[in-house]
Nanobody, 126 residues
Framework: QVQVVESGGGLVQAGGSLRLSCKASGRTFSNFAMGWFRQTPGKEREFVSAVSRSGGIAYYSDSVTGRFTISRDNAKNTVYLEMNSLKLEDMAVYFC???????????????????WGQGTQVTVSS
């Protein structure tokens, strides 16, 4: 079993920055690909970014490419999502997820992740 806990959400003005953190525990962190998803009321969970076990492969959704950066520190069992140039449409609950079943590139579908955090709210004001 893997426990996943997000932190770092909050209120930020449009154009500002936030860094989300996600700490995993319970199993060897470097065995898990990690992903970030987000969700707004009434909508399905949306892929944001994902990183492979080693950190060597990262994927981003088109909507965040060039603005968000995912990284991981396997020594700290933590994955980060650096969010810059935030827009109103980035406002959502952000979820961190882990999967031990990805051998190569990290999955981009929510259904491919086994473990999920409770989410952290990101609010962007105009």
């Amino acid at each position: 079993q893997v426990q996943v806990v997000e932190s770092g959400g909050g209120l930020v003005q449009a154009g500002g920055s936030l860094r989300l953190s996600c700490k995993a525990s319970g199993r060897t962190f470097s065995n898990f690909a990690m992903g970030w998803f987000r969700q707004t009321p009434g909508k399905e969970r949306e892929f944001v970014s994902a990183v492979s076990r080693s950190g060597g492969i990262a994927y981003y959704s088109d909507s965040v490419t060039g603005r968000f950066t995912i990284s991981r520190d396997n020594a700290k069992n933590t994955v980060y999502l650096e969010m810059n140039s935030l827009k109103l449409e980035d406002m959502a609950v952000y979820f961190c997820a882990a999967t031990g079943r990805a051998d190569g590139g990290p999955p981009r579908l929510a259904r491919d992740y086994e473990y999920w955090g409770q989410g952290t709210q990101v609010t962007v004001s105009s």
